[in-house]
């Protein structure tokens, strides 16, 4: 029987890649967004069932996680592909952009995690969120983003240990500068771009794909013995130094 799966942040390089790998292995997903526009084409190409959510309002999320488990008949795991990419020291950011920032990347795993251990506490299953490699080492003009990533780290740890009697995995895949729409700013500046790739060790920007990839692999049900982890997709930037 193919395995069952909910992706928010769908219509996002990532999370598109990721359901686009789903279904090419056989399995089902439902695809989540903000955006009905932006997600209807990768619905109708994967046919998938479509959901409209804002992904920080906890109750919304609760609804879409029910309803997809009674579509499905039943519900193997939730991956959380909502976030965003800020940029600016902490004496420029606004309290407006901190809290934009905390809610997209923060309250929108949190809302996922809620809705996980109350849908797939009789049933078990996979939950993976995604931080970034500057939550891992410290990057200059990323406080907010790093807070909130670090955030989701910690997160996933205590609900690794909360929910671990209920056979409920939770991880992190932490990246660092994939292109997507969201970062074209830094990747197609030629100065942003000459910086970013100077930091990490492989001489490239990450792929959707890549992060995909690694998202696939902690749901798949043969990684059973795997929770609480944080692992890096990076290109080498959280650990290595070449100089």
Request: aromatic share 4%; charged share 20%; with cysteine.
């Amino acid at each position: 029987m193919p395995a069952s799966y909910l992706v928010f942040g769908a219509s996002g390089g990532i999370g598109s890649a990721l359901s686009r790998r789903i279904v090419r292995g056989g399995n089902r997903v439902a695809v989540a967004a903000r955006s009905e526009e932006r997600l209807a084409p990768l619905a109708q190409e994967l046919d998938s069932p479509l959901f409209t959510v804002d992904a920080t309002d906890t109750d919304a999320v609760d609804a879409v996680t029910s309803e997809v488990q009674s579509q499905f008949g039943q519900l193997d795991g939730i991956v959380n592909c909502v976030g965003s990419v800020f940029l600016k020291p902490a004496h420029l950011t606004s309290p407006a952009e901190w809290d934009k920032t905390i809610a997209t990347n923060l309250t929108s795993a949190f809302a996922v995690v809620r809705a996980a251990g109350k849908v797939l506490r009789d049933s078990g299953g996979s939950v993976v969120l995604l931080a970034s490699a500057a939550a891992r080492t410290g990057l200059a003009n990323h406080e907010a983003i790093a807070a909130a990533k670090g955030g989701v780290m910690g997160l996933a740890r205590s609900a690794a240990a909360t929910y671990s009697r209920a056979d409920i995995r939770f991880n992190v895949v932490a990246p660092g500068l994939v292109k997507t729409s969201a970062t074209s700013r830094i990747t197609e500046s030629p100065a942003g771009s000459k910086t970013s790739l100077g930091m990490h060790p492989l001489g490239r920007f990450g792929e959707p794909e890549d992060i995909a990839a690694a998202i696939e692999w902690l749901l798949d049900p043969q990684q059973t013995w795997i929770t609480g982890q944080v692992i890096g997709v990076d290109g080498g930037l959280a650990d290595l130094k070449l100089h």
